[in-house]
T-cell receptor
């Protein structure tokens, strides 16, 4: 079967760094996505990785290892507004997204 | 402003009612999606339309009926729903051309079935 695993909840301190991990097992692979979803709002696109390595975009970076079925989202210089759920999703061989349940990130002052 | 709008934002309906959810995308995309989001569960893909043709129906009960009259509009018709259908219903769109596959989401409709 297809499966995406990520931690349910994480807590971090304002100004710190946090890494949110995602492991996956899917039928085919056409890229991995990270989305941010604030409570009561729509998910918004953060990053897309299809090749191994690190993609940096401002305070956010995303890493992919296809051989390990593993990705992480790294958030630096955390701000209170980063409190949200972070969703990991893999595009399978049919170009459909398989979603994880999301990681709720709580930022404390 | 995400370029994808949904109406209504909130809906309360009884189990014998008939209602419709509407989605419109202003991004020139050719694929549109309906998702169901329940608390602490992954997003569940319900329906996919590519170029107005339905390509996926992930074992969704017949009490949910999609309609895609053109590539910019998507509807979800609801009838005789059950309380367990209460959830956030999200519409999304994407372009299937080139290498850009990210989906853009609407704000969702919070549905409560009483």
């Amino acid at each position: 079967g297809q499966n995406i695993d990520q931690p349910t909840e994480m807590t971090a301190t304002e100004g710190a760094i946090v890494q949110i991990n995602c492991t996956y097992q899917t039928s085919g692979f056409n890229g991995l996505f990270w989305y941010q979803q604030h409570a009561g709002e729509a998910p918004t696109f953060l990053s897309y990785n299809v090749l191994d390595g690190l993609e940096e975009k401002g305070r956010f970076s995303s890493f992919l290892s296809r051989s390990k079925g593993y990705s992480y989202l790294l958030l630096k210089e955390l701000q209170m507004k980063d409190s949200a759920s972070y969703l990991c999703a893999v595009m399978d061989s049919n170009y459909q997204l398989i979603w994880g349940a999301g990681t709720k990130l709580i930022i404390k002052p | 402003e995400t370029g994808v709008t949904q109406t209504p934002r909130h809906l309360v309906m009884g189990m014998t009612n008939k209602k419709s959810l509407k989605c419109e995308q202003h991004l020139g995309h050719n694929a549109m999606y309906w998702y169901k989001q329940s608390a602490k569960k992954p997003l569940e893909l319900m329906f996919v339309y590519n170029f107005k043709e339905q390509t996926e129906n992930n074992s969704v009960p017949s009490r949910f009926s999609p309609e895609c009259p053109n590539s910019s509009h998507l509807f979800l018709h609801l009838h005789t729903l059950q309380p367990e259908d209460s959830a956030l219903y999200l519409c999304a769109s994407s372009s299937l051309q080139g290498s850009s596959y990210e989906q853009y989401f609407g704000p969702g409709t919070r549905l409560t079935v009483t």
